[in-house]
């Protein structure tokens, strides 16, 4: 079995804590490790471009408090665990994070509706990892922190699709064996669009190491309300979806979809950035000029 290593987003506010714990979980779990990461601010620019690296430093030299707070944090888990700090969590720093780390994915943590500094940069950052396409799991800040996923649901469109690295994914449902439900949500009751789904989710692989693959179909006129039953009928504790870059057609997981099931799940989440089979190579990104995001060329 592979090694996995996790990067999780840490800090000392509720939400982070519980994405911390679950984390902890889940990697002592798998046999696998941690790199705890705390940032300031997730910005899509540095905020030191101007004023050079010496402040950079400066900041990072203040925060010894918060890295003293961190190590005794790690004390409390199960996990092997290291701690990055950064002042900054930029495109390039998350490219070099994953470089060096290799993690099946980054984990953060979900704040309740309340607004708070948590969870502005919790947000910045799930905008900032989405955009560069780099897996990420969800966390809920009221999901059990010892619960490892049992009932697995993976909502699909019928499109096929490609992820750039299936098998860190495919291994840890191999690892964990949960129950594997792929749904298809549609407005109309179509069996061929729940098969279509169903197929294409085994093509990319993601399944591959996995026995048997449930297929369920809903139908639902809007298609975040139709995952967000499917979770809660089929009692699951992990919901997958898969983010095209940009894509209209797609219309299952048009990113407002997507941020509509993650802000009303009340399960984790797990996105997987995917691309078109014949275009599996990361796209450059750019400022999209519609809504101000950073998005993947198409």
Known sequence: MMRFSLV??????????????????LASALGGRLVLLHVKRASLFDPYVFVGETMRREELDSEKDTGALLAQLVGRLRAPTTVELTTDLLPEVAFDLASRHQPALFVLGLPATERTSSELLSTAALDLLRSAQL???????????????????????GDDFALKDCAAVSELFRALAPELTVVHVSPLDDDEACARALRAVQRSGLTAAVRTVDLRGYQHENPSGGVLEAIGEQAADLVV??????????????RSVTARVIAQSPVPVLVLPVSEPSAPRRKPLHLSADDGMLWPEV
């Open 135 to 157: 897996p990420m799991l969800l966390v809920p800040v009221a999901t059990a922190a010892s619960a490892l996923p049992q009932r697995v649901l993976i909502a699909a469109d």
């Open 8 to 25: 999780v987003l840490g800090g000392f506010f509720q939400a982070a804590q519980r994405a911390v714990q679950y984390a902890d979980s």
């Open 241 to 254: 979806v898969l983010a095209r870059p940009h894509s209209y057609l797609g219309e299952l997981f048009h």
